[in-house]
Each structure stands twice: as C-alpha cells, then as structure tokens.
C-alpha cells in the first residue's frame, strides 16, 4: 500500500494562488491514479481533480475547471495541484488519494474508488 503525505497548504487572500504537493512512497507510484479531494467544516468530503496514470486523463471538480490544474511526476512519486484564483469557498482541508488500478488512462471520481489516503493539508481562503 502507497503512503501520501501532503504539503503546501496555507492561509491565502482571495485571488491568491497555492501550490498542494503529495509525496507517495512504499508502492510503484506509476501504478495509481492520483486524486485531490476537500472537506470544509460540517460538509461531505468531496472529488476536486484526479490524474490518470499515464497523465493523458484528467477529471476536475465543475467549480474548479479553470482555476486548479493537477498534474504529477512519476520520477519524483508525487502528484501537484496548482490553485489560482482562490476563493473562500475552496478553504478546507485537502486530501492526497491512491487508486491501484491496470488501465493507464482509468481517472476516477468516487471517493469510495480510492483505497489509499493522506492525512490532509488545509487551506484557508480569506475574502
């Protein structure tokens, strides 16, 4: 099983941007799909963006197209999600998802698809 550990959370203005680094070690990083997900306060946890193994597949949040890109580094074992135009309403921590999958192109959007998580990063977003 893939351990993830993420990074680079922070408090932000409105409009600012913030860089979410998620570093897997134990499995072959190759073989997961790669996801983001957030949980504001007393809300459900939900998908913000996920990249495919090979990294031709992206699949990204509606309110989010646009603003956030994810991306990741096979040689590095890490997955990236760049956040511009940030708004109050994207403050919440943010969690790292595994999913071992065969398919290369396979970029899930179910919480319950992803079996490996981090402990999450928060962002606060102020107005």
């Known amino acids: 099983q893939v351990q993830l550990v993420e990074s680079g959370g922070g408090l932000v203005q409105a409009g600012g941007s913030l860089r979410l680094s998620c570093a897997a070690s134990?499995?072959?990083?190759?073989?997961?799909?790669m996801g983001w997900f957030r949980q504001a306060p007393e809300k459900e946890r939900e998908f913000v963006a996920v990249?495919?193994?090979?990294?031709?597949?992206?699949n990204y949040l509606d309110s989010v197209k646009g603003r956030f890109t994810i991306s990741r580094d096979n040689a590095k074992n890490t997955v990236y999600l760049q956040m511009n135009s940030l708004k109050p309403e994207d403050t919440a921590v943010y969690y790292c998802a595994a999913k071992l999958h065969s398919f290369q192109d396979y970029a899930p959007t179910s919480r319950a698809d992803f079996g490996s998580w981090g402990r999450g990063t928060q962002v606060t977003v102020s107005s």
């Open positions: 990249v495919s193994r090979s990294g031709r597949n992206r």
């Open positions: 134990g499995r072959t990083f190759s073989s997961y799909a």
